[in-house]
């Protein structure tokens, strides 16, 4: 997963109502009824599960982010459900949080941010996850992708799962990295499904063609000024934000999806239900 930085996080528990509120202003719908679309859940199944969920500190690799389980933490119990940290952390907060109960654990470390029900056994993944609910929020965003030219940056874990959710709408996707060995095997997975997906291998030429965009590569600064217009919609999920935060972000006023954690960790809760 990319590692997120302490500021990145910091802010989320003190400000999910005023997000909540920019998101419904966006999108039409709330972080859980975004959630619920994205993993194909009604909207009072959490409620009416209301399962009890562990956020367990990792301390392998570069170790804990100062503040990153509490934000996760304060966006399930945001959504609705029980959420406990364990004061224990790696093997002895697993442990710990099955003695407690719970029925599904977060946890994440260099590699990987997962979600786990260990009744049922179903895990997902971080940037699957956020690539689904990003999609799902731009779907709305856009009111509709059927038949709409959609240009995803990036062909790692999150890209793929949004080009996957993207056609899946019915959108025409054209897709670079700047590896293009990753766009070609991205574009061979879809194909295998049924599905088709462009490359595009000159950056500047797929950003002056496009007008919607998924953000999934790691890079600051990516779609400038000139790529702007008054029927840019962008999703972002990759950290840093591609776009450059003092000219461009003022323009995207309700036309930019972006955020640390929330939409990923929302979409994990509902996707393990």
């Keep these: 997963m990319t590692r997120l930085k302490e500021n990145d996080v910091e802010p989320i528990a003190t400000t999910l109502v005023g997000y909540n509120e920019d998101l419904l202003r ?13 993993s194909g859940k009604e909207i009072d199944y959490l409620v009416n599960r209301n399962p009890l969920v562990a ?16 934000s996760v933490a304060s966006i399930i119990s945001y959504l609705g459900s029980r959420t406990v940290i364990t004061k224990i952390s790696d093997a002895g907060g697993v442990a710990e949080a099955i003695q407690l109960g719970a029925e599904i654990l977060f946890m994440a470390d260099d590699d990987r941010f ?16 956020t690539g689904k609910g990003y999609v799902a929020g731009l779907e709305r965003m856009c009111q509709g992708l059927n ?53 595009e291998t000159n950056l500047e030429s797929a950003l002056t063609g496009h007008q919607i ?9 990516v779609i400038q000024l000139r790529h702007i217009s008054q029927a840019t919609r962008i999703a972002a ?31 994990m809760l509902l996707e393990v239900l």
């Design 26 to 38: 966006m999108t039409g719908c709330s972080l859980r009824e975004l959630a619920a679309q994205a």
């Design 55 to 70: 956020v367990i500190p990792m301390t392998c690799g570069e170790g804990i982010i100062e503040g990153f389980v509490e």
């Design 114 to 129: 997962v979600a786990i029900n260990i009744r049922t056994g179903k895990v997902s993944d971080n940037g699957e996850a």
């Design 147 to 199: 038949g709409k030219n959609v240009l995803l940056l990036g062909a790692g874990p999150v890209g793929n799962s949004a080009a996957l959710a993207l056609v899946r709408y019915g959108a025409q996707v054209t897709v670079f990295d700047v590896n293009i060995s990753a766009s070609q095997r991205l574009k061979g997975a879809i194909e295998e499904l049924g599905y088709n997906v462009q490359v």
């Design 213 to 221: 965009f998924v953000d999934a590569c790691p890079a600051e600064n």
């Design 237 to 267: 999920p990759g950290i840093p934000l591609g776009v450059p935060e003092l000219e461009v972000k003022q323009l995207l006023t309700d036309r930019l999806l972006h955020d640390p954690l929330q939409i990923g960790v929302a979409t």
